[in-house]
């Protein structure tokens, strides 16, 4: 790895900070890595070393937590959203993204934010951070899939209403999912030919139309006319089979077709370790796979397990082969 990977630093109210500082404690020279914020939100007695450029990260990181100062409008207290230090979350982010596009950076990994602080406090008007990264680098359509050792998996919609599920999945947003999934795991995983599983939309797939005939009628014909030597696709299945031990020993990653459909199992199966990755952007991204935790920040007791799982596997997707 020629260049660390940028660290934003989420809200600096939640537990973000404290996790940057332990992810520096377990990784240090292991993983590179530059955190970018405001110096006063970190918690007191953390090694630090200012850094100017991104380049000084790989060599700083032996002593300190290498940062890239960003200044806030405010301080920050721990579990009390400042409203005032939105336009700085955003800004931290847009800077990470120019860093790594212009190859000072080699991925990105973002700490949580909270949408509606950063709604009131900065008229962000996206859904959350993958659709955010995704305008910045010009993307219409992105995926985010949720990994883990024991599981991939992508919901091929995200943040919608179950009841508006059925409106919002249709074949051509399922097959861009597909491909996206495939290309991502080929560049950035290595993996050569990607086996991919996919759910069906209803309660035992439909059931041959007892419950459901989205499977009938065009998710297992998209399925058939897209198997070829570039996509190495099974299903649709039941989901409520899809995810033991020897299910997942069939595929390389699982599309689910939503939310919960997708991210029940892996929060279930590697709580702590799952890691939030964004396919489909020009650049490796990857985040923990939790929130901001204001009730908990500053406490001292965050778990910083998924972090450090998602600074790793970005390491590893930077160099896949």
Not at 10 to 31: F, N, Y
Not at 97 to 108: C, F, M, N, P, W
Not at 212 to 237: C, F, K, N, V
Request: charged share 15%.
């Amino acid at each position: 790895m020629t260049a660390p990977i940028a660290l934003t630093c989420g809200d600096p109210a939640g537990v973000g900070p404290e996790l940057a500082a332990k992810a520096w404690q377990a990784l240090r020279q292991d993983c590179p890595f530059l955190w970018i914020g405001d110096p006063r939100h970190l918690p007191h007695g953390i090694p630090t070393v200012m850094v100017q450029t991104p380049a000084q990260a790989m060599t700083a990181c032996a002593t300190g937590l290498p940062v890239l100062a960003h200044r806030f409008a405010a301080e920050a207290t721990p579990g009390a959203p400042t409203p005032s230090n939105a336009q700085g979350v955003v800004d931290v982010i847009e800077r990470a993204v120019t860093l790594v596009q212009s190859g000072q950076a080699g991925a990105i990994c973002t700490a949580p934010i909270n949408k509606k602080v950063l709604i009131d406090g900065a008229g962000f008007a996206y859904p959350g951070h993958t659709e955010f990264l995704a305008a910045l680098a010009g993307r219409a359509r992105v995926v985010m899939m949720l990994a883990s050792d024991q599981l991939r998996v992508v919901p091929a919609t995200i943040h919608v209403a179950l009841s508006e599920v059925p409106h919002v999945l249709t074949p051509d947003l399922l097959r861009e999912t597909i491909a996206i999934t495939v290309r991502g795991l080929r560049e950035q995983f290595g993996i050569a030919h990607p086996r991919i599983a996919v759910a069906g939309l209803n309660p035992h797939a439909g059931e041959g139309g007892a419950m459901g005939r989205e499977e009938i009628d065009w998710i297992a014909p998209l399925l058939q006319d897209m198997r070829d030597d570039t996509y190495s696709l099974s299903g649709p299945h039941s989901a409520d089979t899809l995810f033991h031990a020897a299910a997942r020993r069939r595929y390389d990653a699982a599309i689910a077709m939503y939310h919960d459909q997708a991210l029940i199992p892996i929060k279930t199966l590697d709580f702590d370790r799952g890691v939030n990755v964004t396919l489909g952007l020009p650049f490796v991204r990857s985040s923990p796979d939790h929130g901001t935790a204001f009730d908990i920040a500053g406490q001292g007791n965050a778990n910083p397990t998924s972090l450090i799982e998602a600074l790793k596997l970005a390491q590893r997707m930077t160099r896949p082969d």
